[in-house]
Nanobody
Framework: QLQLVESGGGLVQPGGSLRLSCAAS????????????IGWFRQAPGKEREVVSSISSSGRLTNYADSVKGRFTISRDNTKNTAYLQMNSLKAEDTAVYYC??????????????????WGQGTQVTVSS
């Protein structure tokens, strides 16, 4: 089964930056990360999981939640089987566990959790003074 491992979370002050990474492994023999759409999601205590951003398998299509537009940037390096979420100008309301997810759909950057098949374990992001 495809495995996704997030890293890069931690404690940061308001206005600071973090870069999250999502490393993929365990592909079936014929596949690699460039066969998968990647999404980033987050879940804060007491709230439902929400989509943050997504990127198509080629990296050409990206989508962002309104709450993070202009502050977050999603990217991927398919040669390293890794996707990233660069988070700038962080706010307290960005505090959450962040998850990456993968979907075997070409030419798509979906913004609904039901479209994703594989999920990482999550990494905690805390924005506080």
């Amino acid at each position: 089964q495809l495995q996704l491992v997030e890293s890069g979370g931690g404690l940061v002050q308001p206005g600071g930056s973090l870069r999250l990474s999502c490393a993929a492994s365990g592909f079936a023999s014929a596949y690699a990360l460039d066969d998968f759409t990647i999404g980033w999601f987050r879940q804060a205590p007491g709230k439902e999981r929400e989509v943050v951003s997504s990127i198509s398998s080629s990296g050409r299509l990206t989508n962002y939640a309104d709450s993070v537009k202009g502050r977050f940037t999603i990217s991927r390096d398919n040669t390293k089987n890794t996707a990233y979420l660069q988070m700038n100008s962080l706010k307290a309301e960005d505090t959450a566990v962040y998850y990456c997810a993968a979907s075997f759909v070409a030419g798509w950057a979906g913004m609904t959790a039901n479209g994703y098949d594989y999920w990482g374990q999550g990494t905690q992001v805390t924005v506080s003074s």
